[in-house]
């Protein structure tokens, strides 16, 4: 398996990208969020890769972080999501605001990205979560400690706090607090912000 590729970048067509790699280019579908952050044509670059083998294709997916490489890999095990719309997924949002998105199970989040419908995005939040957080270590999802951590998330949105403030009051949290102490807890250490 291919997992990683420097070269120089030759052409950029979204969402495509082609690396000269010792004199073989290689042709790379890329997310959107790859894309932007591309070096000028004829630039060395950097991509993590995974290669997927069908029966009439060999696709090459290219990624500028190990950590958009977890989530697209965890998105195409999930049945019926193929590599173009864990692509489209994420082009659509960072991997920080998908894992927030699975964190708080926001459906909405997801159905903004074209292509997903609702059907679609609640199959995914029920099949990433969990798993987005063990792919990911240095996302903000690695900081939800237990299965109460969604419904402490939504009760200090209810309660007026931004989604910043309360996943920093989370994270603070103790493994395995009730939902009520959690609450009571997080807003404590709000309190002395």
Same mark, same amino acid.
């Given at each position: ?6 070269? %120089? ?39 993590h890769?995974?290669?997927? =083998?069908?029966?009439?294709? *060999? ?9 958009? %490489? ?6 195409? /095990?999930?049945?019926? +999501?193929?590599? %173009?719309?864990?692509?489209? =997924?994420?082009s @659509? ?10 964190t ?7 159905t903004k990205?074209? @292509? ?6 609640? /199959? ?13 270590? @240095? ?14 998330? *939504?009760?200090l +949105? ?11 009051? =989370? ?12 609450? %009571? ?7 002395? =912000?």
């Amino acid at each position: 398996m291919i997992g990683r590729l420097s070269g %120089r970048l030759v052409a950029r067509h979204p969402p495509q990208v082609l690396v000269d790699v010792g004199g073989v280019a290689y042709e790379l579908d890329v997310p959107m969020s790859t894309f932007y952050n591309l070096p000028a044509t004829g630039e060395s670059v950097t991509l993590h890769t995974h290669l997927l =083998v069908r029966e009439d294709a *060999h696709t090459l997916y290219g990624f500028a972080t190990l950590d958009e %490489r977890a989530a697209f890999r965890q998105l195409i /095990r999930i049945s019926g +999501i193929g590599a %173009r719309t864990a692509l489209a =997924v994420l082009s @659509g949002l960072s991997v920080t605001e998908l894992a927030h998105a699975v964190t708080l199970q926001e459906t909405a989040r997801l159905t903004k990205v074209p @292509g997903i419908g609702t059907k679609t995005a609640e /199959r995914l939040l029920l099949e990433l979560k969990g798993k987005l957080a063990e792919s990911l270590p @240095g996302s903000a999802a690695a900081a939800a400690p237990d299965s109460a951590t969604p419904d402490i998330l *939504h009760a200090l +949105i209810g309660l007026g706090y931004s989604e910043k403030e309360a996943l920093g009051a =989370v994270k603070a949290l103790s493994h395995g607090v009730t939902v009520a102490e959690g609450i %009571r807890q997080a807003l404590k250490a709000l309190g002395k =912000v």
